[in-house]
């Protein structure tokens, strides 16, 4: 199939049916141990891309994710709803990233850990942190919104869909801290009294 028009910029090459069939028993194989939960996706990419250039079967599952690539970038050029669903989709995953963004200051938002855990830990740590300020977020937003109806405002649910859980203007990540110092000093003095 030949692209030609403004497309053809999206598309190049040709995919190798010959190198699918040839595999296809391998490649129906591997899918249904993933299926079965034999072997995960994650586990099965790992080994057959640390020798891919080698390996046949990798190839011919770089061929069939082409066809699906191709059939998803056919229908997203073709259907303009669903596009909008998709960049919208795009959207609120990239103001969830800001907001993550914002709350991992510390090192200039580096990872730094040597070890893998470790950097599992902060990046699970990070999720769990930002999940919480979604949650704050939508339960005063949903507060905000039952206290204007109670005060008698017609406020349409509809008008909520461009206020964005993912709003971080308001959230200060490094934290205010408040410290009494007389009570501070109290206590020091009577330590020292009692030391005497």
Not at 7 to 20: P, R, T
Request: charged share 25%.
């Amino acid at each position: 199939m030949k692209i030609l028009g403004p497309l053809k910029a999206h598309f190049a090459g040709s995919i190798n049916l010959d190198l699918i069939r040839r595999h296809w028993d391998d490649c129906v194989r591997v899918l249904a141990s993933i299926r079965r939960g034999v072997t995960s996706a994650v586990l099965l990419c790992q080994r057959l891309s640390s020798y891919a250039q080698q390996n046949p079967l990798y190839r011919a599952l770089r061929e069939i994710g082409r066809i699906f690539r191709t059939r998803f970038m056919l229908r997203y050029y073709d259907e303009p709803e669903w596009r909008r669903r998709i960049n919208a989709g795009l959207d609120r995953m990239e103001n969830f990233n800001n907001l993550a963004r914002h709350l991992f200051f510390a090192r200039r938002g580096e990872n730094w850990e040597r070890e893998f855990e470790e950097q599992l830990n902060r990046a699970c740590s990070l999720l769990i942190l930002a999940n919480a300020c979604v949650l704050w977020n939508t339960v005063h937003l949903s507060a905000m919104y039952q206290d204007l109806r109670s005060q008698g405002f017609a406020v349409l649910p509809e008008g909520f869909r461009h206020i964005s859980p993912y709003a971080f203007e308001h959230i200060v990540p490094y934290g205010q801290y408040f410290f009494n110092l007389r009570r501070k000093q109290r206590k020091d003095a009577f330590t020292r009294a009692r030391q005497l």
